[in-house]
């Protein structure tokens, strides 16, 4: 099966200031990786997704990247909003179905400082 | 548009109680899922199914049991809730191919 793990469990940064919070990931069948935004009280948001067979996408302020040699992915924020905090979650899943599903890892909950 | 629609969104039972928990999507989603979340956990993988009909164990499915009666809707049943089960549980759904999953609001449950 999956095991998706994050680097930090606390990552704290400058309002203004750029945020990059780490990833890793076990299974090399793997094809799908997305990351979620969980505020507090709320269920998980979709933030962006990539497949395999690209290393970076960029969406609205977000930057993800994907290195499948060492099984790692990373997700970029461009200037920190005190909005961004929250908890961010990466998840891996296989696109062709499979009884694993969507496995998340543990999540790295993103602090603010004015 | 209603998205993932799940219930009760708060619950406490006493050990020994059963229940179920509800969830159903208005997305025409095949996959649906259970998750529990704990603090420094994260989301951990209850239940899962492809399709309706189909349903296969997570990571920590022991002491629950779920239904998949339709496209819509699956169930999530603690026949005997245990102090253990004391959590946060997560109903998502996506599309087969695409993980971009739509969670629902969440049910806090307490056991005491």
């Known amino acids: 099966g999956e095991n998706v793990g994050l680097h930090l469990p606390t990552l704290s940064v400058q309002e203004g200031d750029n945020s990059i919070i780490n990833c890793a990931y076990s299974n090399s069948a793997s094809d799908y990786f997305i990351w979620y935004k969980q505020e507090s009280g709320k269920g998980p948001q979709f933030i962006i997704d990539i497949r395999s067979n690209m290393d970076k996408r960029q969406g609205q302020r977000v930057t993800v990247l994907l290195n499948k040699t060492v099984k790692h992915l990373s997700l970029q924020i461009a200037a920190t909003q005190p909005g961004d905090s929250a908890v961010y979650f990466c998840?891996?899943?296989?696109?062709?179905?499979?009884?694993?599903?969507?496995?998340f890892g543990k999540g790295t909950h993103l602090i603010i400082q004015p | 548009n209603a998205g993932v629609t799940q219930t009760p969104k708060f619950q406490v039972l006493k050990t020994g109680q059963s229940m179920t928990l509800q969830c159903a999507q208005d997305?025409?989603?095949?996959?649906m899922y259970w998750y529990r979340q704990d603090p420094g956990m994260g989301l951990r993988l209850i239940y899962y199914s492809a399709s309706e009909g189909t349903t296969d164990k997570g990571e920590v499915p022991n002491g629950y049991n779920v239904s998949r009666l339709n496209k819509r809707e699956f169930s999530l049943r603690l026949e005997s809730a245990a102090p253990s089960q004391t959590s946060v549980y997560f109903c998502?759904?996506?599309?087969?191919?695409?993980?971009?999953?739509?969670f629902g609001q969440g049910t806090r449950l307490t056991v005491v």
């Open positions: 997305m025409n989603h095949n996959s």
């Open positions: 998840a891996a899943m296989y696109s062709g179905g499979g009884a694993d599903g969507l496995t």
């Open positions: 998502a759904s996506h599309k087969r191919d695409r993980g971009e999953a739509f």
